[in-house]
């Protein structure tokens, strides 16, 4: 059974950085392609950024383009989320996932077959 552990959440000011970060067990990480999503109070679950099995390809919402970067290693069962600029916009908490390989990287939730717990991200002066 997979399992998605996510860490690096925390309160920060509109501007700053920060990393999250997602490690997984119980599964074959490298043929898992891997995505962050977020939901507000109040809002639906959205994606943020995927990555495929071999980080080759990445995917952004178009809120975060520019600002978040996402990226892998296999060697650690780790996958990463770099936060830059952040807004308040950006709180939420912020869930990893995982599914088995597609021919692209997708962005719907459906689509992601484990999850996270989650972890919370609130920006805030």
């Known amino acids: 059974q997979v399992q998605l552990v996510e860490s690096g959440g925390g309160l920060v000011q509109p501007g700053d950085s920060l990393r999250l970060s997602c490690a997984a067990s119980?599964?074959?990480?490298?043929?898992?392609?891997m995505a962050w999503f977020r939901q507000a109070p109040g809002k639906e679950r959205e994606f943020v950024a995927g990555?495929?099995?071999?980080?080759?390809?990445?995917k952004f919402a178009d809120s975060v383009k520019g600002r978040f970067t996402i990226s892998r290693d296999n060697g650690k069962n780790t996958v990463y989320l770099q936060m830059n600029s952040l807004k308040p916009d950006d709180t939420a908490i912020y869930y990893c996932?995982?599914?088995?390989?597609?021919?692209?990287?997708?962005?719907?939730?459906?689509?992601?077959?484990?999850w996270g717990q989650g972890t919370q991200v609130t920006v805030s002066s």
């Open positions: 996932a995982a599914r088995k390989c597609a021919v692209v990287v997708l962005s719907r939730a459906y689509e992601y077959d484990h």
């Open positions: 119980g599964g074959t990480f490298s043929s898992f392609d």
């Open positions: 990555i495929s099995w071999s980080g080759g390809s990445t």
